[in-house]
């Protein structure tokens, strides 16, 4: 990023901090929650947000994440909360991730909110590679802890009369935790606060060391194949590799003990993968073949809107520093994801699959293969992702190959588990082409043979050949 770029997004970042303060706006009531019963911590920030200006009303809230966490950002929404359940979604765009003040995020209002007014608003946000093993390396009879470094109070870049936070272990095990008065804890849960009259941008270190035994698994690369054909089947296949980032195995591993259940409560013994209700024809392999220690369960009649529900065993448990590799493939009819009118064309259907609970997806490549000849192709992605420049697919009887979008996500969550839309023009008729070209190729194939047939290329006279001769 060159000088003037620089100067361009700091500007207008110090110009969105002057517009907000300008405004008066203050928190005025902030219960925020830490989850960290997984891998991934999740925050979320109900937020009571007050204009104390006499005139002028607000069209958005600048939400901000502390520098210490915000490169480690992999989702954040928000919500507008007008009723115990009632929510409307709110729009979030980035304004910026590398500001010496942390990352700051635009919170786009449904209405404007009047001078005087209050307006209650959730965010939530998703971050990784916060919840870290510690110690970093286990025996197979010990079991997993991790910590996690936050802050006490809700780091903003406005005032708040009045804040409460509250995390969630994975466990009522702790080794330690801050205390920061008044703190209560009870079980699994700390409360924290409430504390009052916070400054913008104060810290103020949260420290939790507790044992958390669930599933680090994440993907840390994922190459997923879509492929739509217009004879009635859309082919879905991911090639997944898959490690386990929790604390590591050290020492020999003894499958006797394993057996025994003695040791290894932090290990992966299987996963759950949600299909498609409608997926059909599935296959999941390894390297060795195919993974015969796995279920599949279908939906029921019904409950036909159910999703298909993979539970894959790898072959052996997954320990920390472990990894595997796998595909899985099924079939899904294309009426239920290819609409059309006319020549124009809409495909919507997951970007992503639900690959287990809680999942960490560090790199994902999207390859979305369509029909040959379409044309004029549009993207519409309900979130942020790198559009690469498409590509072609070649494939039985095609003339000029099928045009491929291509789509990379980094560090996707269930968050992300979302439809895309993909528009596109094709004219009918060309679906005659492949039908033309066999019925060609074999018009071609009678008429060389009935050709050849009729071509003498024997050496030797035959008989009648010989009677003429003599005659």
């Not at 809700?154 to 969630?168: G, I, M």
């Not at 790898?314 to 009819?333: A, C, D, E, I």
Request: net charge positive.
């Amino acid at each position: 990023m060159n000088l003037l770029s620089t100067i361009g997004i700091f500007l207008i970042v110090i110009s969105v901090i002057k517009a907000d303060s300008n405004a008066d706006l203050v928190n005025a009531k902030v219960e925020r929650t830490i989850d960290l019963t997984s891998h991934l911590a999740r925050l979320t920030s109900l937020i009571t947000v007050e204009n104390k200006a006499t005139s002028g009303s607000l069209k958005s809230y600048t939400y901000t994440i502390e520098p210490a966490h915000a490169k480690n950002v992999a989702f954040i929404g928000a919500h507008l909360v007008e009723g115990k359940k009632q929510k409307t979604k709110l729009n979030v765009v980035e304004l910026s991730k590398d500001n010496q003040r942390g990352a700051l995020y635009r919170v786009d209002f449904s209405s404007e909110l009047a001078a005087g007014k209050t307006a209650q608003i959730e965010v939530e946000v998703v971050l990784y590679d916060l919840v870290r093993p510690y110690p970093e390396e286990i025996s197979q009879q010990e079991k997993q802890y991790v910590v996690f470094k936050g802050n006490h109070y809700f780091y903003s870049l406005y005032p708040t009369k009045t804040q409460t936070t509250t995390v969630n272990l994975a466990s009522d095990k702790t080794e330690s935790y801050s205390q920061l008065k008044p703190t209560s804890k009870s079980d699994s849960s700390i409360k924290y606060g409430p504390y009052e009259n916070l400054k913008p941008f104060e810290q103020s270190e949260l420290s939790v060391h507790f044992e958390n035994n669930s599933p680090f698994l994440t993907v840390t690369n994922l190459l997923r194949t879509i492929e739509v054909s217009l004879w009635g089947n859309i082919a879905v296949e991911e090639t997944i590799d898959m490690t386990h980032t929790g604390a590591k195995l050290i020492g020999s591993f003894s499958r006797f003990d394993y057996m025994r259940r003695q040791g290894g409560q932090s290990s992966v013994k299987s996963f759950k993968t949600l299909l498609p209700s409608t997926a059909a024809d599935v296959y999941y392999r390894d390297e060795i073949g195919n993974i015969s220690t796995s279920n599949l369960r279908l939906p029921s009649k019904n409950n036909k809107g159910e999703p298909v529900e993979l539970e894959l065993k790898p072959r052996f448990p997954l320990f920390g520093g472990w990894k595997t590799h796998y595909t899985v493939g099924y079939n899904l009819p294309v009426y239920q994801y290819l609409h059309n009118s006319g020549s124009n064309y809409v495909l919507k259907m997951k970007l992503l699959d639900h690959v287990y609970d809680d999942q960490l997806i560090e790199n994902a490549n999207i390859r979305i293969i369509l029909p040959e000849h379409a044309s004029n192709v549009e993207v519409i992605a309900p979130y942020s992702v790198d559009r690469r420049p498409n590509e072609k697919h070649f494939t039985y009887l095609d003339t000029v190959g099928r045009p491929v979008v291509v789509i990379n996500k980094k560090f996707a969550v269930e968050n992300h588990v979302k439809d895309i839309q993909v528009k596109f023009t094709y004219n009918k008729v060309m679906i005659l082409q492949k039908p033309l070209l066999v019925v060609a190729f074999f018009f071609v194939l009678f008429f060389v043979v009935i050709l050849v047939s009729k071509i003498d290329l024997s050496i030797v006279p035959t008989p009648v050949q010989e009677h003429a001769k003599k005659d």
